[in-house]
């Protein structure tokens, strides 16, 4: 019982194992799937999270800024005690501290400008990072694509060999009828040997289409994935080329591609950068305030008596005062001892505030404020520029895909009729092969120009079909498949 339950689990892990493997890929799944796990799109949202961060700086510089500092030492030898300002030969330590903040009330708009620059940058970088989204989608689509026609192409390769080897039993009966000679069952051999290496090189072509998708999606290429096959793609009734006008699908396209509305935003931009640049020569008002106070070891306090010491005169002189002589004599105390003023005791004794506002006046600064602003007013110039051919090399590509969807779908046409015709004489020539009214080189003839007919069918359907998609794209429309 309990083997059999082992066998059922490992059944449904080899299953679940299995469908997982076979999981159909469709194209919208692809696309998703290469966005989502794109290294160049994870930049650019990293690049997003960094212009955010210069957005808040930019911001913050509207604050008051708060700092404090603590400065301790000890002097040796001859020096100023900084509480009394007297010479000292004592080693003094010494102790400062304070508060200072300070905050702009003006700065020519620069910090406005930065902040609107900032969000601007924002939406810049997020325009890019969805170009890229967009690129990545139309890779996508043309690798997808080609895995469908390399799997057509292959399904077609088998299709022919086993085509072949069915006239090759054809040959070998009439060849028994002696209605052939044998010789033309070594063309028939041909063919298969040739068909069998059209399988080979198509299954070849099949593997390196996938890893050119698995490299897009950054799938590891051990894995193995399939594309979701579809029965019979068609190509679309509505589409209709030559009914396109470039105005309309530019105009269409200039409100869908991200690059366009990334263009207007670094003009925008490039303005506030000038403003930036202007503000250098504006005055700057700030306010500032702080707060202090500081400590000594040699400080006395005249509360603290250890010693008072005693009065010791000293002997009666004679001095002239006042035109007659007068006795004279001085008292000095001597040895008297004072205790250190405690810590926090100096630290309010000592304590003191500031508060000033400071306006600055730019008068020269090298040129500095006109040199920016130029080089500011240059970079608007270049940004238009840049813009104007973004919008030139869209029109162009937009009428190249035109071009080339027309050319596409005429080649499509024009192979269909081919293989139409193709396709009837081929026929025609079986019937008059199995009558052996028509020998096996003519035959082979026939079925190798309607293969290669197919080939070409195949090709120009799904070129046509790839040029539809790329007019869907630049129109606004989602990439899929029906």
């Given at each position: 019982?309990?083997?059999?339950?082992?066998?059922?689990?490992?059944?449904?892990?080899?299953?679940?194992?299995?469908?997982?493997?076979?999981?159909?890929?469709?194209?919208?799944?692809?696309?998703?799937?290469?966005?989502?796990?794109?290294?160049?799109?994870?930049?650019?949202?990293?690049?997003?999270?960094?212009?955010?961060?210069?957005?808040?700086?930019?911001?913050?510089?509207?604050?008051?800024?708060?700092?404090?500092?603590?400065?301790?030492?000890?002097?040796?030898?001859?020096?100023?005690?900084?509480?009394?300002?007297?010479?000292?030969?004592?080693?003094?330590?010494?102790?400062?501290?304070?508060?200072?903040?300070?905050?702009?009330?003006?700065?020519?708009?620069?910090?406005?400008?930065?902040?609107?620059?900032?969000?601007?940058?924002?939406?810049?970088?997020?325009?890019?990072?969805?170009?890229?989204?967009?690129?990545?989608?139309?890779?996508?689509?043309?690798?997808?694509?080609?895995?469908l026609l390399d799997?057509?192409?292959?399904?077609?390769?088998?299709?022919?060999?086993?085509?072949?080897?069915?006239?090759?039993?054809?040959?070998?009966?009439?060849?028994?009828?002696?209605?052939?000679?044998?010789?033309?069952?070594?063309?028939?051999?041909?063919?298969?040997?040739?068909?069998?290496?059209?399988?080979?090189m198509q299954e070849?072509?099949?593997?390196?289409?996938?890893?050119?998708?698995?490299?897009?999606?950054?799938?590891?290429?051990?894995?193995?994935?399939?594309?979701?096959?579809?029965?019979?793609?068609?190509?679309?009734?509505?589409?209709?080329?030559?009914?396109?006008?470039?105005?309309?699908?530019?105009?269409?396209?200039?409100?869908?591609?991200?690059?366009?509305?990334?263009?207007?935003?670094?003009?925008?931009?490039?303005?506030?950068?000038?403003?930036?640049?202007?503000?250098?020569?504006?005055?700057?008002?700030?306010?500032?305030?702080?707060?202090?106070?500081?400590?000594?070891?040699?400080?006395?306090?005249?509360?603290?008596?250890?010693?008072?010491?005693?009065?010791?005169?000293?002997?009666?002189?004679?001095?002239?005062?006042?035109?007659?002589?007068?006795?004279?004599?001085?008292?000095?105390?001597?040895?008297?001892?004072?205790?250190?003023?405690?810590?926090?005791?100096?630290?309010?004794?000592?304590?003191?505030?500031?508060?000033?506002?400071?306006?600055?006046?730019?008068?020269?600064?090298?040129?500095?404020?006109?040199?920016?602003?130029?080089?500011?007013?240059?970079?608007?110039?270049n940004t238009q520029?840049?813009?104007?051919?973004?919008?030139?090399?869209?029109?162009?590509?937009?009428?190249?895909?035109?071009?080339?969807?027309?050319?596409?779908?005429?080649?499509?046409?024009?192979?269909?009729?081919?293989?139409?015709?193709?396709?009837?004489?081929?026929?025609?020539?079986?019937?008059?092969?199995?009558?052996?009214?028509?020998?096996?080189?003519?035959?082979?003839?026939?079925?190798?120009?309607?293969?290669?007919?197919?080939?070409?069918?195949?090709?120009?359907?799904?070129?046509?079909?790839?040029?539809?998609?790329?007019?869907?794209?630049?129109?606004?429309?989602?990439?899929?498949?029906?």
């Amino acid at each position: 019982m309990f083997l059999k339950k082992i066998c059922v689990v490992l059944a449904l892990s080899f299953f679940i194992t299995l469908s997982y493997g076979q999981k159909k890929w469709s194209l919208t799944e692809c696309v998703q799937y290469a966005q989502q796990n794109s290294l160049t799109i994870k930049q650019g949202e990293n690049q997003i999270q960094q212009i955010k961060l210069v957005e808040q700086e930019s911001r913050y510089q509207r604050y008051p800024s708060v700092n404090s500092n603590l400065r301790g030492g000890i002097n040796f030898g001859r020096t100023i005690d900084p509480t009394t300002n007297d010479f000292t030969s004592e080693s003094v330590i010494t102790n400062s501290l304070g508060i200072s903040a300070g905050i702009n009330l003006y700065n020519g708009g620069r910090i406005r400008n930065q902040i609107k620059q900032s969000q601007i940058d924002v939406e810049v970088a997020k325009a890019d990072n969805e170009q890229i989204k967009n690129d990545i989608a139309l890779s996508v689509a043309a690798a997808y694509l080609q895995i469908l026609l390399d799997e057509e192409q292959l399904v077609n390769a088998n299709n022919r060999l086993a085509q072949t080897q069915a006239q090759l039993k054809q040959t070998d009966r009439l060849i028994q009828a002696g209605i052939l000679p044998q010789a033309d069952r070594l063309e028939i051999m041909a063919n298969i040997a040739r068909d069998e290496q059209n399988i080979v090189m198509q299954e070849n072509a099949v593997e390196i289409s996938y890893l050119n998708l698995k490299n897009i999606m950054q799938i590891n290429p051990d894995e193995k994935i399939r594309v979701e096959k579809i029965d019979k793609i068609n190509i679309p009734v509505s589409a209709n080329p030559e009914g396109l006008v470039l105005t309309q699908v530019y105009n269409k396209a200039i409100n869908n591609q991200p690059f366009i509305e990334a263009d207007q935003a670094r003009l925008n931009s490039a303005n506030l950068e000038t403003e930036i640049a202007k503000s250098q020569g504006r005055p700057v008002i700030s306010l500032f305030g702080d707060i202090n106070s500081f400590f000594s070891n040699q400080v006395p306090d005249f509360n603290k008596i250890e010693n008072p010491g005693q009065i010791v005169e000293t002997d009666v002189e004679q001095i002239l005062l006042d035109g007659a002589r007068r006795d004279f004599q001085r008292f000095q105390l001597q040895g008297l001892e004072l205790g250190k003023r405690g810590y926090f005791s100096q630290l309010n004794d000592n304590f003191g505030q500031s508060l000033g506002l400071n306006v600055s006046i730019p008068i020269y600064n090298q040129s500095r404020t006109r040199l920016s602003t130029e080089r500011a007013q240059l970079n608007i110039l270049n940004t238009q520029i840049a813009a104007q051919q973004n919008k030139q090399q869209l029109k162009t590509d937009i009428q190249r895909s035109i071009a080339t969807a027309r050319a596409n779908k005429k080649q499509f046409e024009a192979s269909e009729k081919t293989v139409s015709a193709l396709d009837a004489a081929y026929i025609n020539t079986e019937k008059r092969y199995k009558l052996g009214a028509v020998n096996t080189f003519e035959y082979s003839t026939a079925k190798n120009t309607l293969d290669q007919a197919n080939i070409d069918l195949i090709i120009a359907k799904y070129n046509y079909l790839y040029s539809l998609k790329v007019l869907d794209f630049y129109q606004g429309k989602r990439l899929e498949l029906k």
